[in-house]
C-alpha cells in the first residue's frame, strides 16, 4: 500500500520511490528529503508521477523549524500542538512548587475552574508518563500536558503557574538551514521582533547575512560569552540553540540562561539527554526524531485519522480522528466508554465548536475527537474507533 523511504541519503530516497513506482506498483510513496535545494520552487515539477514519483515529501528542517516557531509562540510550554483546526491547543507545563493547582485532585480543580475547557491529559512522574485519573494529584517536578481551547490558553496557563511573556528580542546559536529559516519566520511577524542569529562557520554566516534582511548575523562561537555579550543575551527574551551538534546547543541554552536570558530552546537529537533539561535549567527541546516521526504518522494512517502528534520518544500519541457510525463509540456516552486505562479524550469538535469532554457528553457519527494515547493502548483505541493503523 505505501512505501517510506527515510535513509540518511536523499538520493537513495528518491530512487527507492522510483523503484517503489515503477517495479512495484505501490500508490503512495513517501520521501524524506534533507537538502533544502531539492525544495526550491523551481523543483516543484519534479515529483509528478512522469518525473519522479514521490508523492509526500517530508523535510526535516522544515518540521524542526516549524517546532521551533511553536515553542517561541508559547514560551512557558515545553511542548505544543494544534488540534481540532486550531481550537484544540496541546501544551506541555513543568510544575514547580509556586504552582498553584499542585496537590490538589483533578477532580477539585475541574469544579473550582467549572469554566475552564481545559483537560489534564497525561503526566510524567519521575520519567514515567501515564494518563491521570480524577482522583489523581499533581506534584511540584511533574510534566503535565494539557489540552486546552485555544480561547483558554492564556487563563490555563495562569493557572498552572506560568506567567505570560512576550518574545520580543530573540537570539538563534545556529545560522544554517533551519536557523534560517526561523529567522525569516519571525522578521515576517507583526511584532517586529529584534533578532540576532550567531553562526560559526564565516561562509554560512555570510549565507545567512545575504538571506536575511532584519536580522542581525554575528559570525562567531555560541559558547563565547563575549560575543553573547555582543548579541545582548541579558535582556534577550528567548535563546534559540539550534546546531547539529547537542552537547553545543545544551552548554549554549545554559550559558545563555546563567547569563540572564529569559528562556533557552535547544534542538536534542539524543532522546537519553532528554531528562536533563530540567536540572539544566533548559526550558523547552525540540527532538528532530519525534517531529519527523510525527509528520510521516499522518501520512501512514488509514481511515478517519486526521492528524497524529508523538509524545516524548514515543511514549504517547495524541491521535486526531473522525467518529464513524459503525464505530462502538458512537451512540455513547463518553463515562460509558471502556476506554484503556492509558486513553483520555482531550477535547471534542462538534459542528464545528470545541466542547470539553465530560462525562455525560455523547459522541455521535462525524463528531472529531483529539485522544492522547500512551503507545501501548493505541491498539486497543484502533479498535474502538475502527480506524485501520497501520505501521509498516
Not at 328 to 333: D, F, H, K, L, M
Amino acid at each position: 500500500d505505501m512505501s517510506i523511504a527515510a535513509t540518511p541519503s536523499d538520493e537513495v530516497n528518491m530512487v527507492v520511490c522510483q523503484v517503489a513506482h515503477s517495479i512495484f506498483g505501490v500508490p503512495r510513496k513517501i520521501a524524506r528529503l534533507r537538502s533544502q535545494s531539492y525544495l526550491d520552487a523551481i523543483y516543484s515539477d519534479l515529483y509528478r508521477r512522469d518525473h519522479l514519483p514521490i508523492d509526500v515529501v517530508i523535510s526535516p528542517e522544515l518540521e524542526v523549524a516549524e517546532a521551533a516557531l511553536k515553542r517561541l509562540s508559547t514560551p512557558t510550554s515545553f511542548d505544543t500542538e494544534s488540534f481540532l483546526d486550531g481550537q484544540a491547543q496541546l501544551l506541555g507545563f513543568r510544575l514547580d512548587e509556586n504552582c498553584p493547582v499542585i496537590n490538589t485532585p483533578l477532580r477539585q480543580l475541574t469544579d473550582l475552574f467549572s469554566t475552564l475547557r481545559t483537560i489534564v491529559v497525561g503526566v510524567r512522574r519521575q520519567g514515567v508518563l501515564f494518563a491521570p485519573e480524577a482522583g489523581d494529584q499533581l506534584f511540584s517536578g511533574d510534566e503535565c500536558y494539557v489540552m486546552c481551547h485555544h480561547q483558554d490558553r492564556l487563563r490555563t496557563t495562569e493557572i498552572f503557574g506560568k506567567p505570560t511573556a512576550k518574545q520580543e528580542r530573540i537570539v538563534i546559536v545556529g545560522g544554517g538551514n533551519v536557523g534560517q529559516r526561523v529567522a525569516q519566520a519571525l522578521e515576517q511577524d507583526d511584532r517586529r521582533m529584534r533578532i540576532k542569529v550567531i553562526e560559526r562557520n564565516r561562509s554560512v554566516a555570510e549565507e545567512a547575512a545575504d538571506a536575511l534582511e532584519r536580522t542581525i548575523v554575528l559570525n562567531g562561537d555560541g559558547l563565547d560569552s563575549t560575543l553573547l555579550i555582543e548579541a545582548g543575551i541579558g535582556r534577550a527574551d528567548a535563546v534559540l540553540a539550534i546546531t547539529d551538534d547537542d552537547k553545543t546547543n545544551m552548554l549554549a541554552a545554559v550559558r545563555a540562561k546563567s547569563m540572564g536570558c529569559k528562556m533557552a530552546i535547544a534542538l536534542i537529537n539524543d532522546p537519553t539527554m532528554v531528562p536533563m533539561m530540567g536540572t539544566l535549567g533548559i526550558d523547552a527541546h525540540i527532538n528532530p526524531r519525534a517531529t519527523t516521526v510525527s509528520s510521516i504518522l499522518r501520512h501512514i494512517r488509514h481511515g478517519r485519522v486526521r492528524d497524529v502528534y508523538s509524545i516524548g520518544d514515543a511514549e504517547a500519541e495524541v491521535i486526531e480522528a473522525q467518529v464513524l457510525n459503525t464505530s462502538p463509540i458512537a451512540g455513547q456516552r463518553i463515562r460509558d466508554i471502556n476506554f484503556p486505562e492509558g486513553v483520555l479524550i482531550g477535547g471534542v469538535l462538534k459542528n464545528g465548536e470545541m466542547v470539553k469532554p465530560t462525562g455525560g457528553l455523547r459522541i455521535e457519527d462525524g463528531d472529531i475527537l483529539a485522544i492522547f494515547a500512551l503507545a501501548k493502548d493505541v491498539p486497543e483505541l484502533e479498535r474502538l474507533l475502527q480506524v485501520s493503523i497501520d505501521f509498516f
